[in-house]
């Protein structure tokens, strides 16, 4: 027992010791062990069972949920327009269910020349700046846009306090030039705008434009009127506020228009400008659509071509690398993300960035492992660069 | 879901010891469910007691640390599927590649602007995070030679190779500094997970666009005592991209909702692969490959490896991480009130902004660099952007009015004259007639702000 009292005054100070060759001759003996031993014996044991363990394992099984909403499905163009629906998701994920419509792009196009917009979107458009048909058509034919949006940016009374006649000659102008749908955008002018939405409305009745934008701040009731009237549909802006958007589909409702004759603007955020705050909303907009509120139920929209106002899109700075690739992607970062989220259709500018956030939106309506994929397993060798 | 502090109250000794630089066990328990204490430091907890806090303290998806003491980045350790639930915890870690075919000048070059990268925003150096070096050779000497030469390197590091006996090779070198073993597969499960319990690494499995079978391995790993594993579910672009996004989510939707243990680790994706035979020109490859990065880093990756060094690539890539790991509990906003930039006078210019963060340290790195002389007035938007809160209806004439008065500011210049940002122009009218102050409409961006001050005043 000497050895035993040993081992225990040794341990007082240690966490631990190796033992080797040791031997005890015994008939009865009662251990008590020091609260150190005792750690170290358990956790000697705790190790030896970990490794050996067998784990229970259930079989794989894809997460799927049943989600008791779904997004309306929002059909623009009509009469003489090719149609394009927008929304109709009845889960969040494509692996749940493929989407049935997959995200559209609209290109924009204004009834001004813009000299302010940045240059590698002028040397795109330069030559057809001055005719916004003409606009319309290159992005069309050119850049296969599925749609258009006019902004009558020009009857700003600041800008040049174009007539709503004049802009309805505008609209005129662009549904004779291309047969795809038109968003209308007006110049964010409170008061003039709904004068000019009505009567760019009536200029296209029948052709289910989306007028841009029914919010809170100016005549809605004009805008949702303009719309009934002549079989368009309504873009319900708010500030990214969740509570303000079902606030503004309510009353929108209200003036007679149904789920199918609304899209939302939740606002998007650029890249780097609060991008995030945009995620959030248009992802808890997204979920309350799935699990059942009438009122949030519609398909949405992004203004990404915000994503130019970013310095890092446009401003000159050598460290920073060249705008001509900046620009694009801060455009399709901000697009893409707003996608991710549940957005359906996009306000863009750039060919570029169009073109790739299609590519990936075209993949949302396939369903899972359906496409062929190649095999990726010796990427550490084949890898170039 | 989270625990509360009272769970984890119950579970502690309640000896009040203050070992742990508490004043109670309850204050300790409250600050364990906040995350902003270490378990490890309640000396008087059994071994038992730690396990099963430990594992009710674990968050939805496992925190794996690559690397030791001042080289290394934590990835992992999300509870929630949507940032606005609560936040996402360890900002996605940013890797780039190199290879052991390189040119020693043109691994040097590679390193050095690895090491170099850096952009700042709002404050914020933002940088990467880790290199991966590349057995492209499949050779045993020019991976070791790659590995030796990288140790030196100021970031953690990545080991890929497919080869157990290269990757023994390479721990042999660098074993001690926790690298990151990539990749147990299918056929090298065994080798790879003996390296990774021998070395004490962690280690990546890569079972591409198969989540049945990545189940089945990672439970493998799991149960021969592997604690720290990153996934790759595979990184397939183009067409594929939908998969590889399904695969992501997914794997997070199992850890976080079902809590399957197989699946409750961090998501590491691969967009360099998208340069795998294009034959694409460099800038499109470019900006492909950061859009790829792009729709992982919003859906769930953890990690993400580039092949590309470009900084016009990286800083969206960058921006877009800080936004997405940005606390959405605190608020993004400074204080309102009068800051002073440069030696100010009374006939300093009064320029006006908003306590949005984002628009406030943009508007001061431009005053800042610009060596502007100026009073700046920074009104409470509830931190929202100028146009926002144009719109919002917290910019307008009498906030500025009222802002003016509680500033003090008609004391300290001899002029009432303001500098209002371009995006405020609707509300010029108003400020001035709630104010009696007279508004000039300065710059939309405040980069031409200082040279706006220069050429006006």
């Not at chain 1, 005054?9 to 003996?29: A, V």
């Not at chain 1, 609209?171 to 291309?178: D, G, K, N, S």
């Not at chain 2, 880790?130 to 020019?142: E, F, L, M, P, T």
Request: aromatic share 6%; hydrophobic share 40%.
């Amino acid at each position: 027992m000497d050895k035993m009292t040993q081992l225990l005054k040794l341990l007082e100070n240690t966490k631990s010791i190796e033992i080797n060759d040791f031997r005890m001759d015994f008939d009865e003996l009662e251990l008590q062990l020091m609260p150190a031993v005792q750690q170290v014996v358990q956790q000697a044991v705790q190790t030896r069972k970990a490794a050996s363990e067998v784990l229970p394992m259930e079989d794989f099984k894809p997460p799927i949920q049943d989600y008791p909403g779904k997004v309306a499905e929002v059909q623009l163009g009509k009469g003489s327009r090719k149609p394009v629906y927008l929304g109709g998701q009845q889960a969040l994920y494509r692996f749940e269910e493929a989407q049935p419509n997959a995200p559209v792009v609209t290109f924009d196009v204004f009834d001004i020349p813009m000299p302010g917009l940045p240059r590698p979107i002028r040397e795109h458009f330069s030559d057809v700046m001055d005719h916004p048909g003409e606009w319309a058509k290159k992005a069309v034919k050119e850049f296969g846009a599925n749609m258009v949006t006019i902004h009558l940016i020009g009857t700003g009374p600041k800008v040049m306090d174009k007539s709503p006649r004049e802009a309805a000659n505008d609209i005129e102008e662009v549904l004779q030039a291309v047969d795809v749908p038109l968003v209308i955008g007006a110049s964010g002018d409170p008061v003039k705008d709904p004068l000019v939405l009505e009567k760019a409305a009536e200029a296209a009745q029948g052709e289910r434009c989306l007028l841009a934008s029914a919010n809170l701040d100016l005549d809605y009731q004009k805008v949702a009127q303009a719309a009934v009237n002549n079989d368009h549909a309504v873009l319900s802006w708010s500030i990214t506020d969740v509570n303000m958007q079902k606030t503004l589909n309510r009353y929108l409702l209200k003036e007679g228009l149904t789920q199918n004759d609304i899209v939302m603007d939740p606002t998007t955020c650029a890249l780097g400008y609060g991008i995030e705050f945009s995620i959030d909303i248009m992802t808890r907009t997204r979920l309350a659509a799935l699990k059942g509120d009438t009122d949030l139920q519609m398909p949405m929209s992004s203004g990404t071509t915000n994503a130019w106002g970013s310095r890092e899109a446009w401003m000159k700075k050598e460290e920073w690398g060249p705008t001509d690739y900046r620009g694009p992607i801060w455009e399709i970062f901000t697009g893409l993300t707003m996608m991710l989220n549940g957005v359906d259709i996009f306000m863009m500018l750039h060919p570029t960035s169009v073109k790739l956030l299609r590519e990936i939106g075209g993949t949302f309506v396939k369903d899972y492992m359906t496409t062929d994929l190649p095999d990726i397993s010796d990427w550490i060798t084949q890898l170039e660069g | 879901m989270k625990v509360t502090a009272m769970d984890i109250y119950k579970l502690l000794p309640k000896t009040n010891c203050e070992d742990c630089g508490e004043a109670s066990c309850m204050a300790f328990a409250t600050k364990l469910s906040e995350k902003e204490t270490d378990l490890k430091l309640c000396t008087p907890l059994d071994p038992e007691g730690m396990e099963k806090l430990e594992k009710i303290l674990a968050p939805a998806v496992r925190e794996v640390t690559i690397g030791k003491g001042d080289k290394q980045v934590i990835i992992g350790g999300d509870e929630v599927l949507y940032r606005y639930e609560l936040t996402y915890y360890n900002p996605t870690a940013l890797v780039i590649d190199v290879h052991d075919e390189l040119e020693e000048s043109e691994l040097e070059e590679r390193i050095k602007i690895i090491e170099n990268t850096e952009f700042e925003r709002t404050g914020e150096l933002l940088t990467l995070d880790a290199i991966a070096v590349r057995n492209k050779s499949g050779d045993r000497q020019k991976f070791i030679k790659t590995v030796s030469r990288l140790k030196n390197s100021v970031y953690p590091l990545i080991l890929c190779t497919m080869d157990p006996d290269n990757m023994k090779a390479a721990l042999e070198v660098v074993g001690d500094e926790r690298p990151l073993i990539y990749a147990a597969t299918e056929n090298n499960l065994e080798e790879m997970a003996k390296l990774a319990l021998d070395y004490q690494c962690p280690v990546a499995l890569f079972v591409p666009g198969d989540l049945e079978k990545m189940k089945q391995l990672s439970h493998s790993l799991r149960s021969q005592g592997i604690k720290d594993i990153v996934l790759d579910p595979g990184t397939f672009v183009g067409d594929g991209i939908g998969d590889t996004l399904d695969n992501f989510v997914m794997i997070r939707r199992l850890a976080v909702e079902e809590k399957d243990e197989d699946f409750r680790f961090p998501i590491m994706g691969i967009p360099a692969l998208m340069r795998l035979g294009s034959k694409e020109d460099s800038v499109t490859k470019g900006i492909k490959e950061a859009t790829v990065a792009a729709t992982m880093l919003n859906k769930y990756a953890d990690m993400l490896i580039f092949n590309g060094t470009d900084i016009w690539e990286l800083i969206p890539v960058l921006t877009l991480r800080q936004g997405l790991f940005t606390d959405p509990r605190k608020p993004q906003a400074v204080d309102a009130g009068l800051y002073e930039f440069g030696d100010v006078s009374e006939d300093s210019p009064v320029v006006l902004t908003t306590n949005f963060a984002l628009t406030y340290y943009t508007v001061e790195g431009d005053l800042k660099s610009g060596k502007a002389n100026t009073y700046l007035l920074v009104l409470d938007t509830e931190g929202r952007a100028v146009d926002v809160s144009l719109a919002g209806g917290q910019l307008n004439g009498k906030s500025v009015a009222d802002l003016i008065k509680e500033t003090d500011i008609e004391n300290k210049v001899n002029h009432k004259k303001m500098i209002i940002p371009g995006l405020a122009a609707p509300v010029s009218g108003e400020i001035e007639d709630d104010s009696g102050w007279e508004v000039a409409v300065g710059p939309r961006d405040s980069s031409a702000v200082p040279d706006y001050l220069l050429e006006k005043l």
